[in-house]
Each structure stands twice: as structure tokens, then as C-alpha cells.
T-cell receptor
Framework: DSGVTQTPKHLITATGQRVTLRCSPRSGDLSVYWYQQSLDQGLQFLIQYYNGEERAKGNILERFSAQQFPDLHSELNLSSLELGDSALYFC??????????????FGPGTRLLVL | AQTVTQSQPEMSVQEAETVTLSCTYDTSESDYYLFWYKQPPSRQMILVIRQEAYKQQNATENRFSVNFQKAAKSFSLKISDSQLGDAAMYFCAYRSGNTGNQFYFGTGTSLTVIP
């Protein structure tokens, strides 16, 4: 158990709908990353937040948005869903430590199926 | 942007034998961190091992060790005494030593362990 929690574990919805994925980082971790992993694909970096502020942006569609709240949990919002958005969405948290750099710890992921 | 290359989409190893997974990366930086993550069929992402670029000594975690060749920009993972539970997808990842930089992942190597 990495200490990172993600809800829900599974989500089935229809095209055109909007969903929200939630992530709670490990205690003390300020950074949250979101990734998308389609079937048999590698990890695609979407976005990073650090202590409530957006820090880096990857290949995130305009239909997707995210935020990190004061309690450091994060939400990824996916709207106008398309079949191709079906994927496993990972959240990872990390803390920068002096001399040790930064290590990401991943949550179990949310499996999204768009029908 | 940095790139991480895993040139072996699939590898196989006999149980109890040793296997080496390759990873190369492209960077102009001198301060960075390298990681290997394991993704078993459950699709949970599990940190296997981490290497700081400023350390000359290769990292070791039980049966897992790396061969870090900084000049060649190579970071291979050696798994000794392979076990059935080692069967998984393995991802190599790079992170700059600068604060706020994202992680870059390779496309993964699928490891099969033959009984």
C-alpha cells in the first residue's frame, strides 16, 4: 500500500458525460501528479500540482481539468467524454526531500470505461 | 524535453535465472534521478529502485540492482533469481534534479517468467 488513495476504483459512463476522479496523497506529500494509461500503453503525464498550485502541464486535453485543494487532495475532471478517454487514470504523490530528490508513489488507479 | 527509451518491448526469463532490462535516456543535465517501476497484472505501479545521478555506486534492493552508466546515459535493471511474481511490465523513469520538473517514463518492457 503506497498510502495514496484514489476513488472511485471503477467508473462506467456514457459518451458526452462528465466525471470527477479524486486523489488523496500520502500524508505530508505536497505534490500530486495525474497520469493516463490507455490499454497496453505507457504512462502519459497530464498535470502536476504542488501545494495547491499548478506546476507542470503535459498532454492534457482542454476537456480535462484538475485542481488541488487546501487539504492537498486533488480532483481530475473529465468532460464531454469520448470512447478514447477509456483508460486507467493514476494519481501519484511525492515530497521533495533534501539530498534524496523526489520519488513518486502511485495510487491504485481509477479505471474509466466510456460506453 | 527529456526522453526515456526502453528498446525491449518484451523479455522472458527462466525462473531462478537472471535477466537485465535496458533503459537509455537523453538529457543535458548533470543532476537527475532515475527510477524503475513495476506494474504487475493488477496494474498497480510499484517503485522498484531509485538511483541518484550524483552517486557513483549502483543502487541495490534485494534481488534488484541497476547498472548506471552516466556517460553512456544508460540505466539497466538486473533481476537476479527471478521469481514468478516478478512477471510484470517494467517502466524506467527520469526526473530532473530541478524542483517542479515532471517525470518522464519509458514505454515499458513486459517481463515473462517461465516456470
Amino acid at each position: 500500500d503506497s498510502g495514496v488513495t484514489q476513488t472511485p476504483k471503477h467508473l462506467i459512463t456514457a459518451t458526452g458525460q462528465r466525471v470527477t476522479l479524486r486523489c488523496s496523497p500520502r500524508s505530508g506529500d505536497l505534490s500530486v501528479y495525474w497520469y493516463q494509461q490507455s490499454l497496453d500503453q505507457g504512462l502519459q503525464f497530464l498535470i502536476q500540482y504542488y501545494n495547491g498550485e499548478e506546476r507542470a502541464k503535459g498532454n492534457i486535453l482542454e476537456r480535462f481539468s484538475a485542481q488541488q485543494f487546501p487539504d492537498l487532495h486533488s480532483e481530475l475532471n473529465l468532460s464531454s467524454l469520448e470512447l478514447g478517454d477509456s483508460a486507467l487514470y493514476f494519481c501519484a504523490s511525492s515530497v521533495l526531500t533534501s539530498g534524496n530528490g523526489e520519488t513518486q508513489y502511485f495510487g491504485p488507479g481509477t479505471r474509466l470505461l466510456v460506453l | 524535453a527529456q526522453t526515456v527509451t526502453q528498446s525491449q518491448p518484451e523479455m522472458s526469463v527462466q525462473e531462478a535465472e537472471t535477466v537485465t532490462l535496458s533503459c537509455t535516456y537523453d538529457t543535458s543535465e548533470s543532476d537527475y534521478y532515475l527510477f524503475w517501476y513495476k506494474q504487475p497484472p493488477s496494474r498497480q505501479m510499484i517503485l522498484v529502485i531509485r538511483q541518484e545521478a550524483y552517486k557513483q555506486q549502483n543502487a541495490t534492493e534485494n534481488r534488484f540492482s541497476v547498472n548506471f552508466q552516466k556517460a553512456a546515459k544508460s540505466f539497466s535493471l538486473k533481476i537476479s533469481d527471478s521469481q514468478l511474481g516478478d512477471a510484470a511490465m517494467y517502466f524506467c523513469a527520469y526526473r530532473s534534479g530541478n524542483t517542479g520538473n515532471q517525470f518522464y517514463f519509458g514505454t515499458g518492457t513486459s517481463l515473462t517468467v517461465i516456470p
